[in-house]
């Protein structure tokens, strides 16, 4: 497919402007570029049919089944959309006056106090603009808390071995040494390790519940102990909240502080890398190293800005605000009565298809999983030499997204399958169909597998040469004399 520059044709175009009725003002040469635009030159036509070809390259929820774990709820009401455009929320200035931002205030007051609800926490920050961004701040507060209580030698962070990658990087990040945590043969962390790595130099341990291969930590009330005896602060990575939301909270497990994902459990988009929000709670004793401002009182609100002990802001202003609107439309819409039904759902949907796949296909463990679940093709790429990303490759053919490949790390040969909560039990019987029948062919044709997608718009690509050297800009050819 062509880019848009090769599209272009010099002379052509689509603007029709009215005469100038008022004196021009040119720019000062030294504002001007010293070099042209090299804006492409194209009809209004072949504009709408370059961005419609385009998009046929790209595959989202609208399109059909898209079971990539972890990453996002994909359900995003269109009706949230609406309220966050409207006029009291976008036509406003970060700098006014409290009392002329009022309702954006309470707004702001009701969303962290519904999310200290779900969550067990005290207090919540909506400042951060992504979970990543989170958990650095909620790092950040386990750090000041160590500081102020002249503590600093604690300087390791331990982190499950199944952990999100963002984990240990937040925490190298935030200046601490990281200490994996091995997992037991149940997929779940090994008490003795944990018990045998605390110490006096451990600042906290950081942790997800269910974990990253989609089961619950039995024995979290045991771990958060176990860290805190040690004198050291616990963390929960928010990103798996959605399958136990409304039914369990991560305040009453032990847990310090958190971090949640909004696009990932309260339905706030966040394709192509942003706008995010990651608000970051936490218990009252680490509440006064938030990051400044907090929003404080009750009709009238204000943003309180003196907090002597404050980490200081993580994003300008108040964060993403529209985000914020957004997660809180969806609050309001759920209520406290349905706020667990999306992990009910969950839950439901993809034990419907690990039940269907599991006869088949081996499950890394294959127990009660919650939001999700691993499959392990390490048996069928000895026998066949087809591998998880054959599989893959082999669903594009077949209509559907593929899931999560090669995480977590733990698991050899990984297929990570997390259904959304609006999939309906058609659309996933459909799905088993397809991974059955990627299988049926890995083992009747295995050669081939290694070709596919056949059908795709793209077939096969050097991925890791192009994840290691991206083309990312177009490069204009320069004429003699330019």
């Not at 954006?104 to 603009?129: F, H, N, S, V």
């Not at 909620?138 to 503590?151: A, E, F, Q, V």
């Not at 003795?192 to 950081?206: F, I, N, P, R, Y």
């Not at 599989?391 to 399958?417: C, N, Q, R, S, W």
Request: charged share 20%; net charge neutral.
């Amino acid at each position: 497919m062509k880019v848009i520059f090769e599209r272009s044709s010099a002379g052509r175009g689509s603007a029709i402007l009215p005469p100038l009725d008022v004196p021009s003002s040119p720019l000062p040469t030294c504002s001007r570029c010293k070099t042209p635009l090299h804006l492409p030159e194209l009809a209004e036509v072949d504009v709408a049919r370059h961005y419609s070809a385009l998009a046929k390259y790209t595959y989202g929820v609208n399109h059909g089944f898209y079971p990539l774990g972890s990453c996002t709820m994909k359900y995003n009401p269109s009706i949230n959309e609406e309220l966050a455009a409207l006029p009291g929320f976008t036509n406003i200035h970060p700098l006014q006056p409290d009392d002329t931002v009022q309702g954006c205030l309470e707004l702001l007051a009701l969303t962290e106090k519904y999310l200290c609800a779900i969550t067990g926490m005290d207090r919540m920050t909506l400042q951060p603009a992504a979970g990543s961004h989170g958990e650095f701040t909620g790092l950040l507060l386990i750090k000041s808390y160590h500081k102020d209580r002249n503590d600093e030698k604690r300087k390791v962070i331990l982190v499950p071995d199944s952990a999100h990658g963002t984990n240990p990087a937040s925490a190298a990040l935030a200046g601490f040494t990281v200490v994996n945590i091995p997992s037991n043969a149940d997929g779940l962390v090994d008490i003795g390790a944990l018990k045998a790595a605390v110490g006096e130099d451990t600042a906290g341990l950081m942790l997800t519940n269910p974990n990253t291969v989609g089961l619950f930590e039995k024995n979290i009330l045991e771990i958060t102990d176990i860290v805190h005896k040690a004198g050291g602060l616990v963390y929960y990575d928010g990103a798996n909240l959605n399958a136990i939301m409304g039914k369990v909270r991560p305040g009453d497990m032990g847990f310090d502080t958190i971090h949640l994902n909004l696009h990932k459990s309260f339905a706030t988009p966040h394709g192509g890398g942003g706008p995010g929000s990651g608000p970051v709670g936490c218990k009252d004793f680490l509440a006064p190293y938030l990051p400044t401002p907090n929003v404080e009182g009750n009709a009238p609100y204000h943003l309180q800005h003196q907090m002597p002990k404050s980490i200081g802001r993580v994003k300008n202003y108040y964060g993403n605000f529209l985000v914020i609107v957004k997660a809180f439309a969806y609050l309001c819409t759920l209520g406290k009565e349905d706020t667990g039904c999306g992990g009910t759902s969950r839950l439901k949907r993809q034990l419907s298809i690990m039940k269907k796949l599991a006869g088949v296909y081996e499950v890394a463990f294959p127990r009660l999983c919650m939001h999700e679940f691993v499959l392990t093709l390490e048996k069928l790429n000895k026998a066949q030499g087809v591998s998880a990303l054959d599989i893959a490759k082999a669903l594009i053919d077949l209509g559907i997204h593929p899931p999560t490949m090669y995480f977590p790390l733990i698991v050899h040969e990984a297929l990570m399958i997390e259904p959304t909560e609006t999939e309906n039990k058609d659309s996933l019987d459909e799905a088993a169909l397809a991974f059955l029948s990627a299988y049926e062919k890995a083992n009747r044709t295995p050669e081939e597998m290694h070709q596919l997608p056949l059908t795709a718009p793209v077939r096969r690509l050097d991925e890791v040469n192009a994840a290691r050297n991206p083309r990312l800009r177009y490069y204009f050819s320069v004429k003699a004399g330019s």
